[in-house]
């Protein structure tokens, strides 16, 4: 078995500090149940512009164990 957990960059695009940084402090990480999911941060951002879809270059931190 091989487990890999990919996760977007996102301090690379949203800074310290700035208002879309305290809004997803407020809420600590994203919620998922079953087929539904609460994202940290605007649904907008966590779905499209962050999201990681094949043939969509970004940056990202990558685990494999």
């Given at each position: ?17 700035e208002a ?9 990480s994203t919620l998922?149940?079953?087929n539904?999911?609460?994202p ?20 990202l ?5």
């Open positions: 078995w091989k487990i890999s957990v990919h996760i977007s960059d996102v301090p690379e695009t949203i800074k310290k500090g879309i940084d305290k809004n997803c402090k407020n809420r600590d998922y149940i079953r539904f999911h609460f940290m941060m605007p649904k907008k951002l966590s779905d499209n512009f962050f999201s990681l879809k094949k043939g969509n270059k970004k940056l931190y990558s685990l494999s164990f």
